[in-house]
């Protein structure tokens, strides 16, 4: 049934599809490795964001609508815990396959091309996150931190958000040369969720450090996320969703160059 379900579930993939079927395969003997990941955003949700909550006043929105704290950051640890998962999944997961494991030689002696490995590495990511986002967004509606039906978008607004940072994770990868490279990727991801408006206003900061910050991809996701959860909708939203896009496509296309070049010598 489980080969059935991985089967038939990627179907736009092509051959891509098979290594979902082999992830899917290799993970229903690790379930509880797979299931801690839902862990993480709930307990930064409670301790921050509830636990803090109580020391912190209410937020205005653009819009001027007040909102409590809790529903402040929860939509911003919805992006985050979308970027940490296909970040994680896209690199050192990757990177461990591509470098030891040797995964990528053996299915590229087959009718498998670069490309596929890469759609499929993506997907894999996709589906696990998209796992978590929905289990958070019950917790959320749950805790009474889902503001408005727009909400409903959520779900796909946090797999756009995995698809770029997969795309992008997994184009880094392949350039990395050793396990101590992978401290770049820390250095990348750890600012973003501090700094990406995602425990205080992006008003806050000053203008040109402002600039800096909406334009890192996160803060493009936590933009997102915010403003279907509460309910503040509007057409720039449509640019963040283009960026997070266009940034997804770009490395998933480097990455499959990369493996190519790499593996196909």
Not at 146 to 175: H, K, Q, Y
Request: net charge neutral.
């Amino acid at each position: 049934m489980a080969t059935l379900t991985a089967r038939v579930l990627p179907l736009p993939l092509g051959n891509g599809r098979h290594l979902v079927e082999r992830n899917f395969l290799v993970y229903r003997h690790a379930w509880i490795v797979f299931v801690s990941g839902f862990f993480e955003p709930v307990f930064y949700l409670l301790s921050i964001g509830v636990g803090v909550a109580q020391l912190v006043g209410d937020f205005h929105l653009a819009d001027g609508t007040a909102i409590g704290y809790a529903a402040f950051v929860a939509p911003a640890m919805l992006a985050s815990s979308a970027m940490n998962g296909a970040v994680f999944d896209s690199t050192y997961n990757i990177f461990f396959r591509m470098k030891y494991a040797k995964l990528y030689d053996s299915m590229l002696a087959t009718p498998l091309r670069p490309w596929d490995v890469a759609t499929g590495e993506v997907t894999w990511a996709l589906l696990r996150g998209a796992c978590y986002s929905a289990v958070f967004l019950v917790v959320m509606l749950v805790m009474g931190l889902v503001e408005s039906w727009w909400a409903l978008l959520a779900l796909p607004a946090s797999v756009l958000i995995g698809f770029a940072f997969a795309g992008a994770g997994m184009a880094m990868t392949t350039f990395m040369r050793s396990w101590q490279d992978f401290e770049f990727v820390q250095l990348a991801t750890m600012p973003m969720f501090l700094f990406s408006a995602t425990f205080y206003p992006i008003e806050t900061y000053p203008g040109a450090i402002r600039w800096l910050v909406e334009i890192t991809p996160l803060y493009q996701g936590v933009a997102l996320e915010r403003a279907l959860t509460t309910g503040t909708v509007s057409w720039t939203l449509l640019i963040n969703a283009l960026y997070l896009a266009a940034m997804g496509t770009a490395g998933m296309y480097v990455a499959s160059r990369r493996l190519g070049a790499l593996l196909l010598k």
